[in-house]
């Protein structure tokens, strides 16, 4: 055994200490000697220090450093999908109402709502029976994770029926790098994006931990596979309005059914804000395609 390399391990561990549960320790024998209701981490260091079993301590450090450093289960500080598999542009679809007006809120000051999974309306998103360290079930903590929900695409019949006021309301183009990399930049939290993985079959069981909170916030039966889901996931941010970048905002699309007064109102609100923005945000229509169930995303004119 190599002392300096076993120093190290420690070192580590008590860097780590204080977002540690109760619950992991009673499932590792060379803690559970220890009284956690008042821990004394000295108590713990010198222990470490001058245990016998070197190897089968240092067993039990690393696999709790390497959870820890695969997944952050506080912060949810998760490996996002890769920038070459997820979309340049994501998409929001929204209605768009006279009172209570949250979708203004989203283009005038540059605010995305991150939703407690509770609200959503399959009840099986987010709520699948799968357990963490020590027998410890995932949903103990998920109604603090704020999920935001978008589409790769901006021309989903359904989408603009379900969540876009049956194709009276919007849907918003993202630029998908710079909101990811902008989202919370004041907090300092991080932000990953999941692409929402389809299956007809439950999701099997697996030992990865980091497996583990990503199938539980991104695996959706196949009869939701029309919504070409992505999603944006924060730790400690249900049902908190988070800040971007007015820049990743990049485009509106109107309904093929939106009210010209909407059209008009909004028209206002997006020429007010290009007037401070280096890159505008362009307006779009959806459009009825002809001899076919499409539609087409066009430039709008006002």
Request: aromatic share 12%; charged share 30%.
């Amino acid at each position: 055994m190599d002392n300096n390399y076993y120093v190290t391990i420690i070192m580590e561990f008590n860097n780590n200490y204080k977002e540690v549960k109760k619950e992991l320790f009673e499932e590792i024998p060379p803690f559970a000697k220890f009284n956690f209701q008042t821990p004394n981490l000295l108590e713990i260091t010198y222990y470490l220090t001058n245990v016998t079993d070197k190897n089968a301590t240092i067993k039990y450090l690393t696999k709790f450093l390497s959870n820890r450093k695969t997944c952050n289960l506080k912060k949810l500080e998760l490996e996002s999908t890769d920038e070459d598999t997820y979309p340049d542009e994501l998409y929001l679809y929204r209605t768009w109402r006279k009172r209570y007006n949250y979708t203004k809120k989203i283009i005038k000051n540059s605010q995305l709502h991150f939703s407690n999974p509770e609200t959503f309306n399959d009840p099986f998103d987010c709520n699948l029976q799968i357990e963490l360290v020590a027998n410890e079930p995932i949903d103990s903590f998920k109604n603090k994770i704020g999920v935001c929900c978008l589409s790769a695409k901006g021309n989903k019949i359904l989408m603009w029926s379900h969540y876009a006021d049956k194709h009276n309301g919007i849907c918003l183009k993202f630029d998908a790098k710079k909101l990811r990399n902008s989202l919370g930049l004041k907090e300092g939290k991080p932000t990953s994006i999941l692409k929402v993985i389809y299956d007809e079959e439950y999701p099997k069981k697996t030992d990865d931990l980091q497996l583990k909170v990503k199938k539980f916030f991104s695996y959706k039966h196949v009869g939701w596979n029309y919504e070409e889901e992505y999603r944006l996931i924060r730790g400690e941010a249900a049902n908190e309005n988070i800040s971007f970048s007015p820049e990743a905002l990049i485009g509106v699309i109107f309904g093929c059914k939106t009210s010209i007064e909407v059209k008009d109102e909004l028209a206002k609100i997006v020429h007010r804000l290009n007037k401070n923005r280096q890159v505008p945000i362009k307006l779009y229509e959806a459009q009825m395609s002809s001899g076919k169930f499409e539609l087409d995303i066009v430039p709008y004119s006002d």
